[in-house]
């Protein structure tokens, strides 16, 4: 059982920028694709970016160019790093092990999530 748990969220103006990680423990955690993804208020949870353990990657349209996504795998951690963020990026964020490729599926391993809140 792979354990997840986020960190790096907070309140950032427009345009600014924030670095979420991902802390994985558990035997083969360095092993799992890790994906990304947000829940705004009222909205459904949408994928965000992945991470194969190959290393990668993948984003949505809304975010690519914006965000990238990496890992350090003798650290078992997975980085999320946002630029130029806009008020819409705006969610709680969350990490969890996923088959991460042209598809991605959850594998059932959910951090707690982290709030980022984007304003002025």
């Known amino acids: 059982q792979v354990q997840l748990v986020e960190s790096g969220g907070g309140l950032v103006q427009p345009g600014g920028s924030l670095r979420l990680s991902c802390a994985g423990s558990g035997v083969t955690s360095q092993y799992y694709g890790i994906g990304w993804y947000r829940q705004a208020p009222g909205k459904e949870r949408e994928w965000v970016s992945c991470i194969s353990g190959a290393g990668i990657t993948y984003y949505a349209d809304s975010v690519k160019g914006r965000f990238t996504v990496s890992r350090i795998y003798t650290e078992h951690t997975v980085f999320l790093a946002m630029d130029n963020l806009k008020p819409e990026d705006t969610a709680v964020y969350y990490c969890?092990?996923?088959?991460?490729?042209?598809?991605?599926?959850?594998?059932?391993?959910w951090g707690q999530g982290t709030q980022v809140t984007v304003s002025s």
């Open positions: 969890a092990t996923v088959m991460c490729g042209a598809d991605v599926t959850a594998l059932g391993s």
